[in-house]
């Protein structure tokens, strides 16, 4: 069965489509977003058209349940991001295509989910692509021999890059994304009490990772490579740790810090017993 709606009047997704249809096309229409579980119902459906609506966003879950679906468009739509993740629920799709939308960047994680779909053509053109690291992971599986995918417009343009726009997206130079790398000056770092301390730690990746410092005691979001403690209590004592954060993923390392001291008691002063002669 195929049931096609391309009614301009129509703003949200239709919920009386027959169980068994195989093929549904929702063309022109005034839809603004795919919900969760939009076609949970829809167990057998294989072709999904969303095309020239206006789509903004699509929930990562609204593919459940669409086990037997070979091809997905949304061309034409307004989409800035695509939730690569809710591809897992879809394991037989064979294209997918997203041309003329506004999508101007592809996160790191996106070739995660591209090798356990059987054959993908993936449409990417008339979108203002920023050409940098993260595009570069899918670049590289598309050239890889054997790869699922496959550009379908080998002259796409990159409207902005590292370099400069105007390029081809295979003629840009991108570097490869790295996961931050923490390497902490020391691990264990011992202090006497009411002494200032200086805890340190650096981070390598691409891009350049944000640092930040968390603490039981909420010393959180100090964006700097090191954290100074003065005065120090023996409440400062504990785990500190240094997280690393970019696009390609997080990276963390802890530091221990131990204070030590006397500490001074208060209270009244034990009696001497008398001695006996």
């Known amino acids: 069965r ?17 169980a068994d249809t195989v093929k549904l096309r929702l063309e022109k229409t005034s839809i603004t977003r795919v919900p969760r579980a939009a076609f949970y119902n829809l167990s057998e459906l294989r072709f999904l058209w969303l095309t020239y609506n206006s789509v903004t966003s699509v929930h990562p879950s609204s593919f459940v349940n669409l086990k037997a679906l070979r091809e997905l468009r949304l061309d034409g739509n307004l989409l800035t991001a695509f939730p690569w993740e809710g591809l897992r629920d ?27 779909i059987t054959y993908l053509d993936l449409s990417l053109h008339d979108n203002p692509w920023l050409c940098d690291c993260q595009i570069s992971m899918l670049t590289s599986l598309s050239a ?23 390029l081809l997206l295979t003629q840009a130079e991108l570097s490869r994304c790295m996961r931050p790398s923490v390497q902490p000056a020391a691990t264990r770092v011992v202090s006497p009490l009411g002494s200032n301390v200086i805890l340190r730690c650096d981070a390598s990746g691409y891009p350049t990772p944000t640092l930040t410092w968390i603490q039981e005691s909420p010393r959180v979001g100090v964006r700097w490579s090191i954290i100074s403690l003065n005065g120090l209590s023996y409440k400062d004592a504990g785990e500190y740790r240094c997280q690393a954060r970019n696009m390609a993923g997080i990276s963390e390392a802890p530091i221990k810090l131990r204070v030590m001291g006397i500490a001074r008691l208060s209270g009244v002063p034990k009696k001497k017993s008398p001695k006996t002669l």
Do not use: E
Not at 2 to 18: F, H, R
Not at 144 to 166: A, E, H, I, T
């Open 2 to 18: 195929s049931v096609q709606c391309s009614d301009p009047g129509t703003s949200a997704l239709p919920v009386n489509v027959p």
């Open 144 to 166: 890889s021999v054997g790869s699922p995918v496959v550009l379908m417009d080998q002259l796409l343009m990159c409207s902005r890059s590292v370099g400069r726009s105007g």
């Open 90 to 116: 879809t394991p037989r799709l064979q294209t997918l295509g997203l041309h003329n939308n506004r999508l101007s960047s592809l996160p790191a994680h996106a070739a995660l989910f591209l090798p356990n």
